[in-house]
């Protein structure tokens, strides 16, 4: 019932801009935390940013601060990560998550999407 899609992953050069989006359905949108994640070949799964609806408090992992930003358009139930200045390190399965609390742990989210390739060339 509950169903979050990612789109806007692809090829990008170092350097360049992308940006995600997460769309969400079939739950109270305003009441969740949503969370970015990735992973990459041969990784485990790591948080990148999440951001609290109730108060539009963020908060970002170490190697994307600074270059990433996480948003929110409540009318359009819609979580955008914008990735700027990208590195080839940044190469993953980006996936987003809602879940109750604010946390940059992925086992207290609730709810997954399948994910979206971002790959930085060079």
């Known amino acids: 019932q509950v169903q979050l899609v990612e789109s806007g992953g692809g090829l990008v050069q170092a350097g360049g801009s992308l940006r995600l989006s997460c769309a969400a359905s079939?739950?109270?949108?305003?009441?969740?935390?949503t969370g970015w994640f990735r992973q990459a070949p041969g990784k485990e799964r790591e948080f990148v940013a999440y951001i609290r609806w109730s108060g539009d408090i963020t908060y970002y992992a170490n190697s994307v601060k600074g270059r990433f930003t996480i948003s929110r358009d409540n009318a359009k139930n819609t979580v955008f990560l914008q990735m700027n200045s990208v590195e080839p390190e940044d190469t993953a399965v980006y996936s987003c998550?809602?879940?109750?609390?604010?946390?940059?742990?992925?086992?207290?989210?609730?709810?997954w999407g399948q994910g979206t390739q971002v790959t930085v060339s060079s």
């Open positions: 079939g739950l109270t949108f305003s009441r969740y935390t």
């Open positions: 998550a809602a879940g109750r609390p604010a946390t940059m742990h992925s086992d207290n989210y609730d709810y």
